[in-house]
């Protein structure tokens, strides 16, 4: 059974930083696509970072660029999301999310993820930032 589990959310300052973790169980990520969601209270689901096969492509959103690091260790099977320079927009519950074979070929060429493509999700953990 496959499971992914996020921590580290939290209250923070906005210029603050939090480090995002996704530990996952029931199979191994270093050949797969994992990704960060955020989905902000009215607003859809948006994919902010993936990783592809431990870094041979990565995408982030704009809105993220030069703030957000995505990065995975194998050993531990878990996924990160470093978070600096945390702005007030940045306000929402984020999601790891895992995928795999054909339906991970968005993340593969570096593509913006789509929700649909992803089979597995995380419980989710809230990022709150204040101004």
């Known amino acids: 059974q496959v499971q992914l589990v996020e921590s580290g959310g939290g209250s923070v300052q906005a210029g603050g930083s939090l480090r995002l973790s996704c530990i996952v169980s029931?199979?191994?990520?270093?050949?797969?696509?994992m990704g960060w969601f955020r989905q902000a209270p009215g607003k859809e689901r948006e994919g902010v970072a993936s990783i592809y096969f431990g870094g041979s492509s990565t995408y982030y959103a704009d809105s993220v660029k030069g703030r957000f690091t995505i990065s995975q260790d194998n050993a531990k099977n878990t996924m990160y999301l470093q978070i600096n320079s945390l702005k007030p927009e940045d306000n929402a519950m984020y999601y790891c999310?895992?995928?795999?074979?054909?339906?991970?070929?968005?993340?593969?060429?570096?593509?913006?993820?789509?929700?649909?493509?992803?089979?597995?999700w995380g419980q989710g953990t809230q990022v709150t930032v204040s101004s």
């Open positions: 999310a895992a995928n795999w074979g054909l339906r991970a070929l968005r993340c593969r060429l570096g593509e913006v993820p789509d929700t649909a493509d992803f089979d597995y």
């Open positions: 029931g199979y191994t990520i270093s050949n797969s696509c």
